[in-house]
């Protein structure tokens, strides 16, 4: 993938640096793992469909104004509790729900859209690439996992490379670059650059306390230091602060967000609660969830998952094809349908969901799967090309498939 185009330019300092990846294989990148990225970390949130509307036209201010303008920024809200925010190449930008309930004012969301802008324009994601500093996503487990990332370690092709760039931190260099010329953009779009002080004031604070929820989040990719505090105020104390703040604007634009935060806050309660392997209580929190916001696919996808852990594969069949009705596009809710529709013997259905699952983001589960459905089906040219994808991958899940395909070719 990476093709040696000797030196460039940071389009941000104007400081030269090595370019292994031209811009056409950047803007390629970022387009190819926008969409399943967004999918392994909790998918769009659709709830609300104007908070996206209200996101992007903050994000265009800021993006108009930075040193790339002419990339294809995209931005975009996740249904995720975790505060956090993440850019991809070529300006693919996404900010979880639950970093915006953690925001005072639409001056801060610009702070937060704006660092991410500088570090999809000063090419940082690809510089990581570069030096080789990915993460390594390990291998998850299949049962409940208070990450929404749970099939890190399943991932195949790029979407496990989008999810790595995400979820992987930046260093400290990187990230005084995007505070520092975040800044700039924000007095530039009109903002008042001092909120940016503000949020690392109280992100540094939260990382102390050990906030939960920042810790795998927004800390974990993006360290707070009272360095990048020390900086950014000198910053703003030699541009001036001032501008606008939005606190009213942006109140009226989350007011649907935080009307239905009880729901998620009861299914985040049952989520811990089944991963402590209380079924009974899960399932409870997980109906005040549903009560509380019927049209919400994830509770249904939380729900069938309790009803498999409690041997009731027809009940969790049911809440797997509620889940896919309200949000077929949704890898993660295919996948779980699909695999439970194989304990039920049901090929047909079972194909169906994993296959649609691996069009969106390809896992070595689902391929794995595939394979089973294909040895019942009496396919056994199939079978083996679906157990030597599975195989690809690392862990239990290729230990299976290589025994597998083993028994196939002897």
């Known amino acids: 993938m990476l093709v040696l185009t000797g030196c460039s330019v940071n389009p941000v300092t104007g400081e030269k640096q090595l370019s292994l990846i031209g811009e056409g294989q950047e803007l390629a990148m970022g387009a190819e793992q ?19 509307l209200y996101v992007r036209e903050v994000g265009e201010k800021l993006a108009r104004v930075s040193d790339r303008p002419d990339l294809p920024y995209e931005f975009v809200v996740l249904n995720n509790s975790v505060p956090n925010a993440w850019a991809l ?44 500093m990915l993460i390594s996503a390990g291998v998850a487990g299949l049962g ?28 400290q260099g990187d990230e005084l670059e995007s505070d520092h010329y975040g800044i700039l953009y924000m007095k530039e779009a009109g903002y008042d650059p001092q909120a940016a002080v503000e949020l690392q004031e109280l992100f540094l604070e939260l990382s102390r306390g050990q906030e939960p929820g920042f810790i795998d989040g927004l800390f974990a990719t993006h360290p707070p230091s009272a360095k990048r505090v020390r900086e950014n105020s000198e910053l703003v104390k030699k541009i001036g602060a001032g501008g606008y703040r939005g606190a ?10 935080r009307e239905v935060q009880p729901a998620y ?9 089944a991963s402590e392997g209380n079924m009974d209580a899960a399932l409870k929190k997980i109906n005040e969830a549903i009560n509380l916001l019927p049209r919400e696919a994830m509770f249904y996808s939380l729900r069938g998952r309790i009803y498999q852990e409690q041997n009731r594969p027809e009940k969790a069949a049911a809440d797997f094809d509620k889940a896919v009705s309200i949000y077929p596009e949704m890898f993660v809710y295919r996948l779980h349908n699909g695999l439970n529709a194989l304990k039920l013997n049901n090929l047909d259905k079972a194909r169906e969901n994993l296959t649609r699952a691996n069009e969106v983001v390809p896992t070595s589960i689902a391929f794995l799967r595939l394979g ?23 862990g239990d899940v290729a230990e299976e498939a290589r025994r597998k395909l083993a028994a196939l070719t002897r």
């Open 34 to 52: 926008y969409t399943p990225t967004q999918q392994t970390q909790g998918g769009q949130f659709y709830i609300d469909p104007e908070l996206t």
């Open 89 to 132: 190449p070529g300006g693919k930008i996404a900010i979880n729900r639950g970093l915006l309930t953690k925001l005072d004012d639409e001056a801060q969301l610009a702070s937060v859209l704006g660092h991410e802008i500088v570090h999809a324009a000063a090419r940082h994601s690809v510089q990581r690439m570069q030096q080789g």
């Open 144 to 171: 409940f996992a208070l990450s929404d990332n749970e099939w890190a370690g399943l991932l195949m092709g790029g979407a496990a490379l989008g999810a790595q760039l995400a979820l992987a931190q930046y260093g």
């Open 248 to 257: 009213d604007v942006y109140r009226k634009k989350t007011a649907t967000l």
């Open 265 to 273: 806050d009861a299914h985040d309660q049952a989520m811990k609660l």
């Open 372 to 394: 089973d459905v294909a040895v019942k089906a009496n396919n056994r040219e199939q079978a083996i090309a679906y157990y030597s994808k599975a195989a690809e991958s690392s």
